[in-house]
């Protein structure tokens, strides 16, 4: 195993250590937790919380910030965070309207997510609601859910709902937007090459080298198919097309997509298969109206890529998305 690092079982803590002190004029750190909270005073708005397992960066902490995030939990690598952790983000974000909570669909996000926020609501009385995103569309169930897993669409709903928290919506509004955006989203993934946990210090699964697996999950979790590697733009048809078809997207539609590097996929790759998928939509006649591209949702130092497309239904949701935001990673 090769990292800059000093001892594995530190990484974590250094990382967000060196993350505010980077950017301490964005964020700073809740007392000795590992919570990344925004600076500002925010009074009368919601906040809005997300976080869950480190080695996904810059999910959650790089979206912290104007426009997006209040707080972001960071848990150890691949590992949800604590309640009392999340409990501590919650009060945090709250300026006294509410905080909302944005979870990925793993089991123990899903858990201790709850749990903080029965902690807040008895204890500080605080309002909290939560939104579970199950975005990914490979498999149903897979190592650590019970139903999609939550990956890259979480960062479209990080967007939209932050930028709707910003313009001063109300938890129940933010509540009811939340719970339409996050079916009219999907996504696929794709691996090359494993990722290498630091406290493990050896790769998560094997593949050949010439070998690469559809639907890999971002914790290295079990696709749908192994295959050959093959060119970008087969690729792309495959993800397009189970896309298109879950989303039964037509040319009325208009969508918005993410095309999401897993931490090791140079840009270079990155934009030959988002030429590949524009291609693919321009042929069929449905609208990109936004295009993100680059490293949101990342697997350590895995070599693979994903495809997240939203289906535009509301028009404000293209407003919140062109809306500014000053965040690390944005």
Known sequence: MKKILNRPE???EEMVSGLVDAHDDVVYRVGDTRVVARKYEGKGKVGLISG????????HAGFVGKGMLSAAVCGDVFTSPTPDQVYEAIKAADKGAGVFMVVKNYTGDVM???????????MDEIK??????????????????????????????HKILGAMAERGSSLEEIKAEADVLITEMATLGLALTPAIVPQAGKPGFTLADDEIEFGLGIHGEPG?????????????????????????????DKVAILVNGLGGTPQMEQ???????????????????????????????????????LRLKNPLWLELLNDEAKTIAW
């Not at 869950?52 to 999910?59: I, L, R, T, V």
């Not at 097309?241 to 040319?251: G, V």
């Open 128 to 157: 909290v609601e939560t939104i579970i995103t199950n975005d990914d569309i490979a498999v149903e169930n897979s190592t650590w859910t019970e139903g999609r897993r939550g990956v890259a669409g979480t960062v479209f709903v």
């Open 52 to 59: 869950g397992g480190s080695g996904h960066e810059p999910s």
């Open 224 to 252: 749908y198919r192994k295959s050959k590697l093959r060119p970008s733009t087969e690729l792309a048809k495959e993800f397009y097309d189970k896309i298109k078809a879950f989303l039964k997207l037509t040319e009325a």
């Open 10 to 12: 530190d990484v974590v």
């Open 271 to 309: 934009y030959v298969f988002t030429h590949d998928v524009l291609n693919l939509f321009k042929k069929d006649g449905i609208e990109v109206a936004k295009k993100f591209v680059g490293d949101y949702m990342t697997s350590i130092e895995m070599q693979g890529i994903s495809l997240s497309v």
């Open 112 to 122: 201790n997510f709850e749990m903080a926020k029965e902690m807040a609501e008895s």
